[in-house]
């Protein structure tokens, strides 16, 4: 009952439009389905590091010490509004060429999804609630484990999927005129996303 309440809480964390969502939804585009692999890889490592965090109480640390989260939320807006703009300015120039040499190497494709999932709030307050509300404290250390290997297997089997659809050569063939202004889109959806989270904790600056 307890991993069914956890898959069930991934699957609905993991497929709603977030950070991650949309990264690998802009690799895919940009860089082609090998780099948009790697940061889901990336993604799914981040997973790891929030389990592991989790476990040893970290987490909660972080998130009790307001001053800490906040940091961390500036950081990870940061990074988000960066990619964004990255998108928003360069996309115009966009070579869609997915079966020749990906725009990114794959450590940075890699690299890429890991600082995105790591300094993301949302996957944060998730594992939170997971660790806090969900799991039982008579729960192994052992199993602990094993729901984060599954959380961070599972993450990276849907976002490799992602990768899959938005690479396939039907919407590749039938849409390449549009995926730049697409790009473009997503890019400016990855800057409200850092524009709401700092409108929403710079006023603690001051509180």
């Not at 807006?77 to 040499?101: E, M, P, Q, T």
Request: glycine share 6%; hydrophobic share 50%; with cysteine.
């Amino acid at each position: 009952m307890e991993f069914l309440t956890i898959a069930i809480l991934h699957f609905f964390a993991v497929s709603s439009p977030g950070p991650d969502f949309i990264v690998v939804t802009r690799q895919s585009i940009r860089s082609g389905r090998s780099a948009a692999i790697f940061t889901s890889l990336g993604i799914a490592s981040g997973i790891l590091i929030h389990s592991l965090a989790a476990m040893t109480g970290l987490t909660y640390i972080i998130s009790s010490n307001p001053l800490v989260f906040f940091y961390l939320k500036i950081f990870g807006s940061a990074y988000i509004a960066y990619l964004g703009l990255i998108s928003v300015l360069k996309s115009s120039s966009v070579d869609i060429n997915f079966s020749g040499k990906p725009e990114l190497d794959s450590f940075s494709s890699y690299r890429i999804g890991f600082i995105t999932n790591v300094l993301n709030p949302k996957a944060i307050v998730f594992f939170i609630t997971v660790f806090s509300i969900v799991l039982d404290s008579s729960t192994s250390i052992i199993l602990l484990g094993l729901y984060g290997a599954y959380m961070s297997v599972a993450t990276f089997a849907w976002f490799s999927f992602i990768s899959l659809a938005f690479t396939n050569d039907f919407i590749v063939d039938k849409y390449t005129k549009f995926l730049p202004v697409f790009e473009k889109f997503l890019g400016c959806i990855l800057l409200i996303i850092a524009f709401q989270i700092l409108m929403y904790e710079l006023p603690k600056l001051n509180g």
